[in-house]
């Protein structure tokens, strides 16, 4: 028992190990997930209905939607990939979920532009090209390591056409000082989200300073096995992500505020890259 709390309490290198794939797709996850994103109660795996219209808005507004071509990254179920359609757009959901990509495709929209659904992975599997512009919303960025990030940003830049922008949002450093260590011990912790049957549950939060990165690493335990989920996040200053942006060969970097509803919020940033 000692060795096993030992285990389950260590501190792993920042983002040595990577769980996403589970953590989004697994069955049980994946509806638990979907459910989450649909929730107008919670914003843990989409912002509120609300914050979406009035990004769609700003973008529209801003780049141009009609006849776009525009690439939504980790698209989930479809909350944003649908309505830039509706403003008749030429989108590409792409998502490794394929509960959140069956939900997309069952709700998009009869009229408007042309809309396809892809479960792939970001990662690895190749990107649509001479895209308008490529969307990747609620700090899936942030989820990554810097070897991942660079891979990533590199390969989004190549499917971009020349003057095609790349728009996401990111945690900022005023987020990382709310992080707090702790630990917490429940049976069925968070309402039985982590499986369908009885299981106990330890949620570990570190923070990782010199990084600005936090874990929240979540330890199961249910009859038959233990396994384990790691939630890393980085949080960026400006010249950091900006760095990031121009080392993938994007020419210029703007930003602007979250895309939460609040503007005052500044936990998250919008930024906007250019080919
Ligand atoms: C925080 S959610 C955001 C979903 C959507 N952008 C939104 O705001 O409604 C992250 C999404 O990215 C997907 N995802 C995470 N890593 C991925 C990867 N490597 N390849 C493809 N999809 C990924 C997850 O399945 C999930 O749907």
């Known amino acids: 028992m000692y060795d096993e709390l030992k285990e389950i309490s260590k501190r792993p290198r920042a983002f040595s190990i990577y769980t996403a794939e589970t953590l989004w797709a697994e069955p ?31 973008l529209d507004t801003s ?24 403003r008749g757009a030429i989108v590409h959901g792409l998502d490794f979920s394929r509960n959140s990509i069956e939900h997309a495709r069952r709700h998009a929209p009869l009229t408007g532009g042309r809309i396809t ?30 070897v991942q990030r660079r891979n990533l940003l590199t390969r989004i830049h190549r499917a971009l056409k020349a003057g095609g922008k790349f728009i996401l949002d990111v945690y900022s450093r005023k987020a990382f000082e709310g992080v ?17 049957s009885d299981y106990f549950a330890f949620q570990h939060t570190f923070r990782y300073d010199h990084e600005s990165v936090s874990l929240d690493r979540f330890t199961i335990i249910e009859k038959a096995r233990t396994w384990d989920i790691y939630n890393w996040l980085k949080y960026f200053s400006k010249d950091e992500i900006r760095h990031e942006l121009k080392d993938a060969g994007f020419s210029f970097v703007e930003f602007t505020g979250g895309f939460g509803i609040d503007r005052l919020d500044e936990t998250t940033f919008g930024v906007i890259a250019g080919k």
């Open 63 to 86: 780049f141009g939607l009609e006849a776009a071509s525009i690439c939504d990254l980790g698209c989930g179920p479809g909350l944003y990939a649908n309505r830039f359609a509706e």
């Open 180 to 196: 707090v260590e702790s630990v917490s011990f429940e049976q069925n912790l968070m309402n039985g989200f982590w499986s369908a």
């Open 117 to 146: 659904y892809q479960t792939a992975n970001y990662l690895s599997d190749p990107l649509p090209e001479e895209q308008d512009l490529i969307t990747l919303i609620y700090c899936d960025l942030c989820a990554l390591s810097s």
């Open 28 to 58: 049980h996850l994946a509806k638990m997930m979907l459910e989450t994103h649909l929730s107008q109660e919670t914003a843990l795996a989409s912002r509120p209905t609300e914050a979406i219209e009035r990004f769609v808005d700003w």
